[in-house]
């Protein structure tokens, strides 16, 4: 049976590997040795665990105010990240973490340089900052629609491979600093398959609860589906490096990509180590004095 650690380097790309998503099985839910309803059970317990220790970790990163975390969620349209964001996170302290949404660019966003919105949303240290779509939005979107590009008014500028390039590399120089400044970065692929994704489509067209999550762009980018993939697995490729490893999760059963995306992050966070910050002995003192007064109050 594969252990925590073999399911998340399996989903790790290693630097200079390149990416082939059909390599990636969407529906992957573990060994088919157990039944599915066990394998269920087994991920949900996992994931609660995990919720449990990333409590405790983040408090301590929190307190310890040295290192900040920062998680990227890519997806196709209703590949579940809202929700992968809500269940993972649902042990967090609201005041250590921080979720930004990003929309299409604003006029002031795009008279600036394309990295600007996001560098304003950076988790201060002690923090976790979740981006729900990011920068890499320009070699996604852009690149599949890339009129996108004239919006942006750079002199000389043209969609193109030499452009694309530009920016993997000034990607990666941005996740490099920000590492070498203490971030600890994770980035997610939430990887669904095509027919996954029309099923859930469905479900939100059906069930009048859902109708609020649908928007006719959803089923105008689908069209597109052969050539975000293309623009995924070269991306992929060139920015999965050791400072901010790509990890494409299998996304066709919710509670797979649940479990594996906390355990990432629980075993990322683990890994540092960190302690409660330690006082000084004239510190000690006023706290054992506070706490001899509020005891003598008892009395």
């Not at 660019?105 to 795009?110: K, R, V």
Request: glycine share 4%; charged share 30%; aromatic share 10%.
């Amino acid at each position: 049976m594969q252990t925590k650690e073999d399911v998340i380097g399996l989903c790790r790309i290693k630097p200079g590997t390149r990416v082939r998503l059909s390599d990636f099985d969407p529906g992957w839910a573990g060994d088919k040795a157990i039944p599915k309803k066990e394998r269920k059970e087994i991920a949900e317990k996992v994931l609660s665990d995990d919720v449990e220790e990333l409590s405790d970790a983040q408090d301590r990163l929190y307190a310890s105010d040295t290192c900040s975390v920062l998680i990227i969620f890519q997806a196709m349209d209703a590949a579940g990240k809202d929700g992968t964001i809500r269940h993972v996170m649902s042990g967090i302290n609201p005041q250590g973490c921080q979720v930004f949404s990003f929309k299409q660019p604003s006029a002031e966003e795009l008279d600036h340089n394309y990295l600007w919105r996001y560098m304003k949303c950076l988790p201060e240290r002690g923090r976790i900052g979740i981006f729900n779509r990011s920068y890499y939005e320009e070699v996604l979107v852009v690149r599949v629609h890339p009129e996108l590009v004239e919006r942006q008014r750079i002199p000389g500028l043209v969609a193109g491979k030499r452009l694309w390039q530009e920016r993997y590399e000034e990607i990666n120089h941005f996740e490099q600093h920000l590492a070498r400044n203490g971030t600890i970065i994770l980035k997610f692929f939430l990887n669904i398959s095509p027919d996954e994704q029309r099923k859930r489509f469905l479900e939100r067209l059906t069930n009048k609860e859902k109708h609020w999550k649908f928007s006719s762009s959803d089923l105008t980018e689908r069209a597109f589906w052969k050539d975000y993939m293309k623009a995924y697995e070269e991306m992929l490729s060139s920015t999965s490096t050791s400072w901010a490893p790509w990890h494409i999760i299998p996304a066709d059963h919710k509670w797979v990509t649940r479990s594996i995306v906390a355990a990432t992050i629980t075993e990322a966070i683990r890994s540092l180590k960190l302690k409660y910050p330690e006082i000084s002995h004239e510190m000690l003192k006023q706290v054992d004095t506070a706490r001899k007064i509020l005891q003598e109050e008892e009395k």
